[in-house]
């Protein structure tokens, strides 16, 4: 039965990603497109935090999902083991002034979780230092990362699967299922009219290429630095409404001032910026699940956690797509829970 299904996926990002191989290791013809040059999205410029904690704490909309984040985190490991992805393990660290880290650590106390501190100068070599108001930090290690370059593995795991890639539309008849993974865009809002829910929140990035750090995710009030294959990356801005996915200097040049008083040796030193643009729906989980367009599954609206989603959404995906029960957070994320 799965064998014959024929299912095409719109959008290359990591969730489009994610549904392919799914799918396709469950024996289904798959084609997957995305007019867009590799990597020109989201997914491509992402910081790659696999963070429920750090994000639980320093983000009020995801704080009521801490529970569905670990879920997704725990996917994680079998995730990259099944498709050869490098797993950064090494967790996370709140810096911050000793006002900030008692806030944070209270607020961590009241969700269960203990997170061991540390002073200023048991921080790990940064280059330049830190800020003077970094007084010390606190310890998540339940946070992990990947390497935002890791989407070209994931599409090459989907190709050696025989998934077809395509710039052009999804066809439009002879289909069990379209996949909408296309992120922000509303481009098939007539065939998935559930995307009208999503929201754009543009963000910002640094790359600091000439810059080696390799210690973990170092989260400061206003910026964090997290080592990727290609330099530093300092992120990231939101811009709440903005859809738009070219770069603004003036926003690019306002962070890298923010994150000087985190990381002084940073002034001065060349960074080159990147945007991409998130999809948020109102309570910032995405809506995934059959829309009311019958033969219409939707995997969009992952707001800043879509790297970390991304392996529970696709097994939902494509448990949907089989007739298989998609589990515990079907109702939590189902496509239509913002529609009249
Ligand atoms: C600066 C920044 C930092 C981030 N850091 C993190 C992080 O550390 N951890 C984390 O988990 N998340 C992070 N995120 C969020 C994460 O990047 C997104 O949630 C995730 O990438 C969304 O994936 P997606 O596949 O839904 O969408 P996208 O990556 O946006 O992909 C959508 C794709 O759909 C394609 N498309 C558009 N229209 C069509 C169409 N009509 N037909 C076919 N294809 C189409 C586009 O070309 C695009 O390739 C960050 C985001 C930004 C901007």
Redesign the pocket.
């Known amino acids: 039965m799965t064998k014959g299904l024929r299912i095409a996926v719109?959008?290359?990002?990591?969730?489009?990603?994610a549904s392919a191989l799914a799918l396709a290791r469950a024996g289904a013809q798959v084609s997957l497109?995305?007019?867009?040059p590799a990597g020109?999205?989201?997914?491509?410029?992402?910081?790659?935090?696999?963070?429920p904690v750090s994000e639980a704490l320093t983000d009020p909309t995801a704080l009521p999902h801490l529970d569905l984040m670990m879920a997704a985190l725990d996917l994680w490991p079998d995730f990259a083991r099944t498709w050869d992805l490098v797993l950064d393990r090494r967790g996370a660290l709140l810096l911050g002034d000793e006002a900030r880290l008692a806030t944070l650590s209270l607020s961590a106390r009241h969700l269960g979780i203990d997170l061991p501190a540390l002073k200023a100068d048991q921080l790990p070599a940064f280059p330049g230092g830190y800020g003077a108001a970094i007084n010390g930090a606190l310890r998540v290690q339940a946070d992990q990362r990947i390497d935002?370059a890791s989407l070209g593995g994931l599409a090459k795991a989907a190709a050696a699967l025989g998934v077809r890639f395509s710039v052009a539309?999804?066809p439009a008849q002879d289909l069990d299922w379209l996949v909408v993974?296309?992120?922000?865009?509303r481009?098939?809002v007539a065939e998935a009219p559930e995307l009208a829910a999503l929201e754009p929140i543009?963000?910002?990035?640094l790359r600091y290429g000439d810059l080696a750090y390799d210690g973990p995710v170092l989260r400061g009030p206003g910026a964090y630095a997290?080592p990727a294959a290609a330099g530093l990356l300092i992120?990231?801005?939101m811009e709440t409404g903005i859809a738009d996915p070219q770069v603004q200097d003036d926003v690019a040049s306002s962070l890298a001032r923010a994150s000087i008083a985190i990381f002084p040796g940073l002034a001065d030193r060349s960074w080159t910026p990147?945007?991409?643009?998130?999809?948020a729906t109102p309570d910032g989980l995405?809506l995934v699940g059959p829309g009311r367009t019958p033969g219409v599954i939707l995997?969009?609206?992952?707001?800043?956690?879509?790297?970390?989603?991304?392996p529970l959404v696709g097994a939902m995906v494509c448990a949907y797509a089989l007739g298989q029960d998609p589990g515990i957070w079907a109702d939590r994320l189902s496509a239509g829970r913002f529609s009249a």
């Open positions: 719109a959008g290359g990002g990591v969730f489009g990603l497109h995305d007019p867009g020109a999205n989201a997914s491509g410029v992402a910081a790659g935090m696999l963070a935002a539309p999804p993974a296309t992120g922000p865009s481009d098939l543009k963000g910002h990035i997290a992120g990231a801005t990147a945007a991409g643009v998130r999809a995405p995997a969009a609206g992952a707001r800043r956690n879509g790297w970390l989603l991304a």
